[in-house]
């Protein structure tokens, strides 16, 4: 499943270029499918394990291999989607890194406006340079956007 999953995202890295054809998805849906089936298989029939305190109350206890593929199988349309959406959240948790490490700095932000501030400046010259403009042309012509977020801060 792991090699199937990094094939998947570099798949879903190369769809942005060009699309995906529909027979490799159609193949790629069938393994996914197989390898599901066969680690649900192995893990019905390992034995059970220990229940902990009432074993009549709730439901039986299960290996963590065992819930996650149920996951798997269960929101096979979130996993499968179409290879276009990036695979991987990584852009957005980069957005919010450097609050974060502004904050291991200097322990914290010293007012809510400044946290506001900082945010508002950190998204603009993110987005600036993920739309691959200047970052510094983005602050000396601000967008209306930019001036509507200063002002409500």
């Given at each position: 499943m792991t090699r199937l999953l990094r094939l998947a995202c570099h798949a879903a890295n190369r769809a942005r270029a060009s699309p995906v054809r529909p027979s490799f998805v159609a193949v790629f849906t069938a393994r996914y499918r197989r390898i599901v089936a066969e680690g649900l298989a192995f893990h019905q029939a390992q034995p059970p394990l220990d229940p902990r305190g009432?074993?009549?109350?709730?439901?039986?206890?299960?290996?963590?291999?065992h819930n996650l593929l149920i996951r798997l199988r269960d929101h096979?349309?979130?996993?499968?989607?179409?290879?276009?959406?990036?695979?991987?959240n990584n852009v957005a948790e980069q957005g919010g890194r450097m609050a974060k490490v502004k904050m291991k700095?200097?322990?914290?932000?010293?007012?809510?406006e400044g946290a506001r501030m900082?945010?508002?400046?950190?998204?603009?010259?993110?987005?600036?340079?993920?739309?691959?403009?200047?970052?510094?042309?983005?602050?000396?012509?601000?967008?209306?956007?930019?001036?509507?977020?200063?002002?409500?801060?």
């Open positions: 009432n074993p009549k109350r709730g439901r039986p206890k299960r290996r963590t291999g096979e349309d979130a996993v499968l989607r179409d290879p276009a959406v990036p695979f991987t700095i200097s322990g914290c932000f010293r007012t809510i900082f945010v508002i400046l950190r998204g603009t010259a993110d987005t600036a340079r993920k739309q691959g403009w200047n970052i510094l042309d983005a602050f000396k012509t601000p967008s209306a956007i930019l001036v509507a977020r200063l002002k409500a801060a």
